[in-house]
Each structure stands twice: as structure tokens, then as C-alpha cells.
């Protein structure tokens, strides 16, 4: 049975408020007045199909639920305004969830019209008790870490491509601009599924590293909905525990250690050995060449590259596991600063965060999977273009292969 006029405008209400969003505020969106959004909630004044369309993208939610038999008055956009209620004062980085929202919503309809299962099943989960200090959640988070390398079988090899092996644990993945200081955030949905998106301003590196920290928080902390990853908001201990997993898990402590013994390096300066016989102990003192053992900045970027990670990453990492001392930290931090893990990187043939080519592997499932149902008939031209906007795609280049695919629109 159809709704009536006042339950949509109850339910519109009820949308707008569960995302802490004003009568003026919709009524900026809409390019309309207040009083005319008021008489929408009141059931008042018809609403259109277009601005209902509007209304539900604002919202991030789907049209049909607005005309569905029931409606839930708390959905994932909402739940993350609760959970981080300062993304509310961010517009941008609410356009740009509202976007993964809306392709998340696509995509779904996608596999659906072309009965396509999406497992789900293979993604584990680890409740954790919320931390009381720094130093539960970075166990918590290196626990964790260990568990899910064991689960995947990677033993103390580098983390091969990231978004590839997070896709295979049935979650989705995307790269979207995002203000500076948001790493990136993840999205726990019934509807939508698993989403985890990095912000692609960042370099390659330190969007791996995102990853590898959201896809922590879909491990440990799923019963949020969803998460908004700030550098401002680094000491919250949800954040910490997630840091620690992403270190742990591209940079395990043994494969750490093994990479620097490769080097001939890591041992203290002056060892102790006591050689028995039958009646004596000798003790043998023995001394490495000074600074013969000290960490240099051509051996950090080495580490970094084989692990897929910042220099800054590998800087902490090695420090976390007392392998360098806070003074070497600094040391080589400023080294970095000044460019010389650049010069070291060109000289060793290594690829240079910002010089490195990542292919969009969650565009390409995307379109290929709108272009498949457009030529089974199952979406319109129109559908197929708006598709293509949403993840930003070359409209020109989709136009010339649908005008010459014997599966054009009459």
C-alpha cells in the first residue's frame, strides 16, 4: 500500500535530523526556501521525484526506502555523524562519504541485476574490549595483526597489493580527494557491504598504510558502522590500536629483523660470551667497528620499498621495535626531510611515492560491471552515463565505445 504524504514527510524529517542537517541546510541543497522543505515535512506540498532523488543522496540513502512499506530512521550516514560527530562541521568530507555511499548503493544494484553473490563470509572479525590506555590498544592492535597474517597465510612475507587483498575479503575499496588531514574511512553497512576508501591525495605509501589502518577498524570496531580517520584525532585509542595493526601487519617485528640481519646490521655494539669447559668459564668480549652498526638513511629507504611503506612509516616501526634510538629517530628524520631518502631511492632504482602508477582496481570492477548490464538491456543510456560520473570516468571515451558496440541504444 502506497504511503501517504505526511508519513514521507515524516520520514523525510526523520532522515534530515538523523544527519543533523537543518531546514536551511536542505533547503541551500535544493535550491529552495525554508518554509517550502517545512511544508514537505509536513506533507503539506507534493515532492517531486527529482527532489526526492536529491533528498535521498543528501541523506545517503536509498530512494526506495522513502516509499517502502517500513522505514528505518538510523542508516550508515548517520551512524557515522554519532560516532564522529565533527564530520558534521566538514562539508567535504561529507560529499565525499555521501559519494562512496551512493556508489556503494550502485554497486549493490549492479551485482544484484546481474545475480552476482558478493561473499562477504571470507572478512573475519576480532571484537576487542575498548582500550583503557595506549598501551592495551597497541597490544590489542599487534595481536590482531598476527592473527589475520596467520589467517591469510602470509607468514613473514611483505603484504602483496593491498587493495587487491582486501577485495578478496569481500570488501570494496576506493580513493577519493579528502582535505589533508583525513586519512581515509570505512563503512560497515547491511546494504552497502564493506567499504574502506583512502584519501588519493596522499601519496601511494601512506594510502597503503590507510588501508591496511581501515581495514583494521572493519576487523575490530565493525559494530561502529563506520569510521572517519583524522591525524587530529591520532591519541583517540581506536585510532591507536588501528595504527598498530597497519604497522604490525606490513611490518611484522621478525621480517623487521630479518631485513636488517641481511644488512649485517642490528646487533648491539658489544657483546658477551661465556665459553664453558669442564671446569671454567671464559667470557669472550667481542666489538663491531663503531657506527659500523648504525642504521643510515639508504637502508631505511630499502626497508620502506620492500615493505610497501612511508620512510616515516619505517622510521617509527624500526624505533617501536628498539631497533634504532630516539636520537637516531631524529636523526634520521631530518635526513628525510631534507630529501636525502629521495636522492637514496633514485640512486637505488627504487619508485618514488608520488612517482608511482596505481590503477583504480575498484573503478575498473565498477564500470566493467555497468557496461555488462547495459548491454544485456538492464540499464539505460542515461543510467550507464550517471554511472560514469560517479567515479569520475572519461564520458567521451564511454561514448565512443557504446556508438560503436553492436549493443548501442537504438
Partial sequence: MPINAQELGRRLRAAREACRMTQDEVAKYLGTSRSTVAQMELGNRTVSSLELDRLAYLFGRDIREFLAHSFSEDDTLAALFRAEPTVADNPEVIEKIRECIAIGRELTNLEELLEIRREQAALATYPQVVPKAKSEAVHQ????????????????????????????????????????????????DAKLGFFVVANSLHNVWRRRFSFAHEYAHLLMDRDRLGTVSRASANDDLIEVRANSFAACFLMPADAVAHFIARLGKGKPSRTLVQVYDEN???????????????????DVV?????????????????????????AELLRLKEEDQRGRSRTAARLLGLAEPDRFNESNDFRHRFLGLGLDAYRRDLISTGKLRELARLVNAPLEDLEALISDGDWADA
Fill in 141 to 188: 592492535g599487534k595481536r590482531v595483526a598476527e592473527q589475520e597474517r596467520r589467517r591469510l597465510g602470509l607468514g613473514l612475507s611483505p603484504v602483496p597489493e593491498m587493495v587487491e587483498l582486501i577485495e578478496r575479503q569481500g570488501v570494496r575499496t576506493g580513493l577519493v580527494d579528502l582535505p589533508d588531514d583525513v586519512s581515509g574511512f570505512s563503512i560497515s
Fill in 302 to 326: 630499502q626497508m620502506a620499498s620492500l615493505f610497501g611503506v612511508s620512510v616515516p612509516a619505517a622510521l617509527y616501526r624500526l624505533r617501536n621495535l628498539r631497533l634504532i634510538t630516539n
Fill in 280 to 298: 671454567n668459564a671464559v667470557t669472550v668480549e667481542g666489538r663491531f667497528a663503531p657506527n659500523s652498526q648504525d642504521l643510515q638513511i639508504y
